[in-house]
């Protein structure tokens, strides 16, 4: 996956704007119809190809992010989204700083990565999940 180094924020409507460099080199216009799908803590855009779910690119490159995906990848209002270009797919992904906690954001040195860099917690937002692992008769 090519990193784009472009971060875009969702407004209030869902929607998020193509860079037009990335419409250019992916061959979108305005009225194209755009597949929208997740793959894993993703959200996948590329020109319409099957029949899932698709919208329609406007005349200022932006295209409806489905509210569904928003709320199963925690995108809100606002939240800055990083872009990915993979061979013929557009990947939108929720920016997060690279060593930011994802409980509590802190950033910090002190941060532990987990799942392969997939979850990095503060030490705090750690023992809290264990906390709340023992009170759920979990065991670590």
Known sequence: MQATGIVRKIDNLGRFV????????QGI????????YRNEDTVVLRK??????????????RVVIPIELR?????????????????DE????KYRVSNACAVTGEISYDNISLAGGKVILSP????GIAKEMKQLGLTV
């Open 18 to 25: 193509l860079p037009i460099e990335i419409r250019r080199t």
């Open 48 to 61: 319409q190809k099957s029949t899932g779910i698709a919208r329609k690119i406007d005349h200022l490159g």
């Open 90 to 93: 557009i990947v939108l992904r």
């Open 124 to 127: 705090k937002a750690l023992k």
């Open 71 to 87: 709320r199963v990848l925690e995108i809100v209002e606002g939240d800055p989204v990083e872009v990915f270009v993979n061979k």
């Open 29 to 36: 216009t305005d009225g194209d119809l755009i597949e929208v």
